[in-house]
């Protein structure tokens, strides 16, 4: 008694550490495989006979009233507050004292570290084997018992512990107050949720949901909210895949209810939070969207807006090129409404989706422009997501037009919200531009390094999703072709392409690994198939934009003048511009690849003309690698032209190209090099 007042209590470590107590426990947990149980929790667990034999021992030296006492304890939790279980219990608070007295003397029980008032049980399965001995309706009384006892306790402020009177509330549900438990589950989840924890937030709203099954009848209206905030939980915590199973119920209860605009949240719901994220494979998304659209009022309304938005969005890529062009009239229709209604937090949903329609770099200044609104209505609504996006929106303008340092500023500050969000979808993207940075500064390194890592988080976050594959593939390109390694991609890029024929820029990638691979023949025969009808049937956007630089390295090695003469064309008003697909890759200076294709026309000054501003663009960007590509491709034009003073100005450039190579561990780039300067020398 004085030494649970007055004596500093043994610690949980100098207990936990005890080799006769718990290494023992440990080593027969082993022996049945049950190591991962050894961590314990608030449940019951069917705890393995030697491992109960070592507890009961333990407990056979306590009196029948402490082991009374613990067992209600046990109830409580492996952690308990002392005027907690005094109410519990029924006890004087001094007769408590003494009975806890016994059990620390015993090491059953120990002080709180960090001097948190209470104590917990010295093991879990200690815990857990008292609370499994209690009878099944002796532990609903007790667990109604907790729920009046620690609302008296916490009547003052509730909100810290609503997780632990949800608890109690769901698992007295049965024979109490269901509509208690489902109340406090919500708030609790709501209250994670709030603080960022969402696989917490989702774990209480399941235990919402099972509570909810004991009313009868159903109380379907309120099933429904609790799947919507599931699923939100969900997918704000990465688990895509659950999430989508979540949305799903919701519109079908939606549906069942005759409920327009449940079923447009749900559907929202199962959209994704990317306003402008493909459909892919999915074959639900799209007719979910559209149905939900049906069945609204055709009239001004938040949800209708954002249903636009979002179909927008899903159709990229669509097998039917007419749908694909209704990204633009979608988009827009989205943002009208938007603006009538004065409603900020949908514009801004609205006009962060018109990514999926503006034409890079043809509408830069309208891209411009939206990110420069975006944010703002973000500042407005303190919404930080719609902030983050607009970073990156901004960034992508930055890189498109040559400017680095604004860009890493954008880069810094979505690095910074991302982490602030803990979404792991977020942290995923800016992690792939931040390996996109690496890669245009030529620390392959560090860039693969980040990718793996983005690769990891993505997976988790987005699983097996045509979005996460894309970005995968395009990058992975973009790394592996500067370290010769290519092959290591064929057979995904391969794969993605066959499921996804509408990804134009993956097929010009798929092209290139073909040329680069050695497989002539094949990279010929995917450049037909690319320019049907002279390329008038591609959309002129980012993806254009890089798909059509790296088109101009296979049109000339294989000498195809008259696809040059049509890329040349697109690409010659950006000529000015950094080639760059959001944000995935950054492909140097456009007059790079537009020097290529005059090359390949055999038109030498404007070839020299685009390869010096390149080279004098490059340069300012700080981008070495393709300082050292546009001086290889400018030195093996000088060669191929051969006027007077060519052959010195081609030795000196390859010269700086086979020096940058070596430098930044570029070996297969380097070896092209080294030939073409044993060609001169010879």
């Known amino acids: 008694r004085s030494r649970a007042r007055n004596s500093p209590r043994p610690s949980t470590e100098e207990t936990e550490g005890n080799p006769l107590f718990v290494g023992e426990l440990v080593r027969l947990l082993a022996s049945e495989g049950r190591l991962k149980e050894a961590a314990g929790g608030d449940g019951a667990l069917s705890i393995p006979r030697g491992v109960r034999e070592v507890i009961d021992h333990r407990l056979r030296h306590l009196s029948d009233r402490c082991k009374r006492l613990l067992s209600v304890a046990s109830v409580l939790g492996r952690e308990f507050r002392l005027d907690a279980l005094e109410r519990l219990s029924r006890r004087r608070r001094e007769e408590v004292l003494d009975l806890l007295d016994e059990a620390e003397s015993a090491r059953v029980v120990v002080a709180l570290p960090g001097g948190r008032s209470g104590l917990r049980f010295s093991h879990a399965l200690i815990r857990d084997s008292l609370y499994g001995d209690l009878g099944a309706s002796e532990r609903l009384g007790l667990h109604r018992r907790a729920v009046d006892a620690l609302e008296d306790l916490y009547a003052a402020e509730p909100e810290p512990h609503l997780a632990e009177l949800a608890y109690h509330s769901l698992e007295a549900a049965p024979g109490g107050d269901v509509d208690k438990a489902v109340a406090y589950a919500r708030r609790a989840g709501d209250q994670a949720a709030a603080l960022l924890a969402y696989e917490e937030a989702a774990r209480l709203y399941r235990m919402a949901l099972d509570a909810l099954e004991l009313i009868t009848p159903a109380d379907e209206e309120a099933r429904y909210e609790l799947l919507l905030v599931l699923g939100d939980a969900q997918a704000r915590g990465g688990d895509q895949v659950a999430a989508r199973q979540t949305f799903l119920g919701a519109a079908e209860l939606a549906r069942s209810l005759d409920e327009p605009e449940r079923l447009a949240r749900a559907a929202l719901g199962y959209g994704g939070r990317w306003a402008y994220l493909r459909a892919g494979k999915d074959q639900r998304l799209i007719p979910l969207l559209e149905s939900a659209l049906e069945a609204l009022p055709a009239r001004d309304n938040p949800l209708r807006a954002t249903l636009l938005a979002r179909l927008a969005g899903a159709v990229r890529e669509h097998s039917d090129p007419a749908r694909r062009t209704l990204r633009a009239s979608l988009t827009s229709e989205a943002v009208e409404i938007a603006r009538r209604l004065g409603d900020q937090r949908t514009l801004a949903y609205a006009l962060d989706a018109t990514y999926s329609a503006i034409s890079w770099p043809r509408d830069l200044d309208e891209w411009r422009a939206m990110a420069a609104e975006l944010l703002q209505l973000a500042e407005n609504t303190g919404d930080r997501e719609k902030a983050l996006f607009a970073h990156f929106h901004a960034l992508g303008v930055a890189m498109v037009r040559g400017d680095v340092r604004a860009a890493d500023a954008e880069l810094a500050l979505m690095n910074e919200i991302a982490h602030e969000l803990r979404q792991p979808s977020r942290i ?130 294989l000498g195809d003048v008259t696809r040059a003469e049509l890329l040349y064309a697109a690409l010659l008003p950006y000529a000015d511009y950094n080639v760059y697909a959001s944000p995935e890759v950054a492909l140097g200076s456009a007059s790079r690849p537009l020097g290529i294709l005059a090359t390949t026309m055999s038109r030498w000054e404007e070839a020299e003309r685009h390869f010096e501003q390149a080279l004098e663009m490059n340069s300012r960007m700080g981008t070495r690698p393709w300082v050292a590509h546009t001086q290889h491709d400018y030195g093996r034009m000088l060669i191929r032209r051969g006027d007077s003073g060519d052959e010195v100005r081609a030795a000196e450039l390859l010269r700086a190209a086979a020096s940058c190579y070596e430098e930044l561990g570029m070996t297969s780039w380097r070896e092209s090099v080294e030939t073409l300067r044993a060609g001169l020398a010879a």
């Open 428 to 557: 995923w993207i800016v992690l792939v531009a931040e390996a996109m940075r690496d890669m245009f500064a030529g620390d392959f390194e560090h860039a693969e390094e980040v990718m793996r890592r983005a690769s990891e988080v993505g997976f988790a976050a987005q699983g097996a999703d045509a979005t996460y594959y894309y970005i995968e593939n395009l990058q992975s390109w973009a790394l592996l072709r500067e370290l010769g390694r290519l092959s290591e991609l064929d057979d995904s890029l391969v794969s993605y392409v066959e499921e996804y024929p509408g990804t134009f820029v993956l097929r010009c990638l798929l092209v290139d690994v073909h040329m680069q691979l050695g497989r002539e023949t094949r990279a010929r025969e995917e450049l037909e198939r690319l320019a049907t009808s002279d390329f008038a049937d591609i959309e002129f956007e980012s993806e254009w934009f890089v798909g059509a630089a790296v088109l101009a390295e296979v049109c000339e090695r």
